[in-house]
């Protein structure tokens, strides 16, 4: 079997954690490479930029321990500014990942989007989505996974629609002069 290059976008939610959690339960092995994805929003000054990164970095950090159970895993962290879907899309496709395993919640950046495909369509690789259900019994982890695979997602172009021109009546309507 191939190794697998695996990127899950680091949020301050619990959607993604649990996102995570399932991934590595259930779908990374050993000797997959891991990238934690923590995008920052822009800011303008210095001092906020650096206490953002740092934020986002303590964040990745949090979730590289659970990544601790897998044997042989290689596991990086990457945090970046910018817009959170653009740059998530920029960085796996800079990346060349194989699987995306993002965490939905109300505020995903999957959601954002002018319509529903447009960010996935653009990823050249497959997208694991896990949404956490609200109850979790025992210490077990009720979550819903929904994959997309885009190799096979076809979205037709969207439709021009047919140009009228106005044209006067008497352009249409013209009658030819007879002649006497």
Same mark, same amino acid.
């Given at each position: 079997?191939?190794?697998?290059?695996?990127?899950?976008?680091?949020?301050?939610?619990?959607?993604?954690?649990?996102?995570?959690?399932?991934?590595?339960?259930?779908?990374?092995?050993?000797?997959?490479?891991? +990238?934690? @994805?923590? %995008?920052?929003?822009?800011?303008? *000054?210095?001092?906020? !930029?650096?206490?953002?990164?740092?934020?986002?970095?303590?964040?990745?950090?949090?979730?590289?321990?659970?990544?601790?159970?897998?044997?042989?895993?290689?596991?990086?962290?990457?945090?970046?500014?910018?817009?959170?879907?653009?740059?998530?899309?920029?960085?796996?496709?800079?990346?060349?990942? +194989?699987? @995306?395993? %993002?965490?939905?919640?109300?505020? *995903?950046?999957?959601? !954002?989007?002018?319509?529903?495909?447009?960010?996935?369509?653009?990823?050249?690789c497959r997208v694991l989505a896990v949404r956490q259900h609200v109850t979790a019994r025992d210490g077990f982890l009720n979550?819903?996974?929904?994959?997309?695979?885009?190799?096979?997602?076809?979205?037709?172009?969207?439709?021009?629609?047919?140009?009228?021109?106005?044209?006067?009546?008497?352009?249409?309507?013209? !009658?030819?002069?007879?002649?006497?």
């Open positions: 079997m191939e190794s697998q290059r695996v990127v899950v976008v680091v949020e301050d939610a619990a959607a993604a954690r649990a996102a995570l959690q399932w991934a590595v339960g259930n779908f990374i092995r050993g000797g997959d490479s891991i +990238t934690l @994805l923590h %995008v920052c929003p822009p800011a303008r *000054s210095r001092r906020k !930029r650096r206490r953002l990164r740092l934020v986002g970095f303590q964040l990745a950090l949090a979730f590289k321990d659970l990544c601790n159970g897998i044997a042989e895993a290689k596991v990086e962290i990457v945090v970046t500014e910018g817009e959170l879907g653009e740059t998530v899309v920029a960085t796996v496709n800079q990346l060349g990942a +194989t699987t @995306l395993v %993002v965490g939905l919640h109300d505020k *995903s950046f999957l959601y !954002r989007a002018p319509s529903p495909y447009t960010r996935v369509r653009s990823l050249g979550a819903e996974l929904t994959q997309i695979e885009t190799i096979s997602l076809h979205i037709p172009p969207p439709k021009i629609p047919f140009p009228m021109f106005t044209l006067p009546l008497g352009v249409i309507w013209r !009658r030819s002069k007879r002649r006497k």
